[in-house]
């Protein structure tokens, strides 16, 4: 166990749907950052959050939302979902707002049908 | 664009052998250079570092050798084991971490 919460594990859902990924990072870590991974883009930085604020921005679309809540646990939502989102969904996380040492989540795999 | 560049895509090596997986990067601000492991359902895992004031790094079975004026670095596995058998991912810090594209190494026995 990592220390990094996500939840759900799996999620499966309709095109056009919304959905939100769980994160709660280790304690004491107040940095959340979220990364995408499929098999033809390898692990792709989404977004990330430091203590509440959005500190750094990646390869987010703009269906896609995140924020982090004043209890350091973090959102992930995906709006309007096409079968190309479908990929695993890590969360990470880190003492400071450079992190050096991240510690992942096992991911949440989502299946868009 | 990808900020490093990872080879090979897929690698398989004789149980006791060494595993040898390359990396390249072209932006000079990166300041640390992890690698890290992934199992089939599991999140990556931090297996070594090195920042590029330093030339190689050995931790057990496991050597970074980096080349700041290739502005290359590789991860040495030596005495490959069947258990070694993941997903190593070599990845680059400015300050956010940018992802190679990954390694899927196989230890055949």
């Known amino acids: 166990d990592s220390g990094v919460t996500q939840t759900p594990k799996h999620l499966i859902t309709a095109t056009g749907q919304r959905v939100t990924l769980r994160c709660s990072p280790r304690s004491g870590d107040l940095s959340v950052y979220w990364y995408q991974q499929s098999l033809d883009q390898g692990l792709q930085f989404l977004i990330q959050y430091y203590n509440g604020e959005e500190r750094a921005k990646g390869n987010i679309l703009e269906r896609f939302s ?14 309007s979902l096409e079968l190309g989102d479908s990929a695993l969904y890590f969360c990470a996380s880190s003492v400071a707002s450079q992190g050096k040492g991240y510690t992942f989540g096992s991911g949440t795999r989502l299946t868009v049908v | ?27 000079t601000a990166f300041d640390y ?16 570092a090195i920042r590029p004031d330093v030339s190689e790094k050995k931790e057990g079975r496991f050597t970074i050798s980096f080349n700041k004026s290739a502005k290359q670095f590789s991860l040495h596995i030596m005495d490959s084991q069947p258990g070694d058998s993941a997903t190593y991912f070599c990845a680059a810090t400015n300050p956010n971490l940018f992802f190679g594209t990954g390694t899927r190494l196989t230890v055949i026995p």
């Not at chain 1, 995140?66 to 709006?79: G, I, M, R, T, V």
């Not at chain 2, 990808?2 to 072209?26: F, T, W």
């Open chain 1, 66 to 79: 995140a924020q982090q809540f004043p209890d350091l646990h973090s959102e992930l939502n995906l709006s």
């Open chain 2, 1 to 27: 664009q990808q900020q490093v560049k990872q080879s090979p895509q897929s690698l398989i090596v004789q149980k006791g052998g060494i595993s040898i997986i390359n990396c390249a990067y072209e932006n």
């Open chain 2, 33 to 48: 250079f992890p690698w890290y492991q992934q199992f089939p359902g599991k999140g990556p895992a931090l297996l070594i």
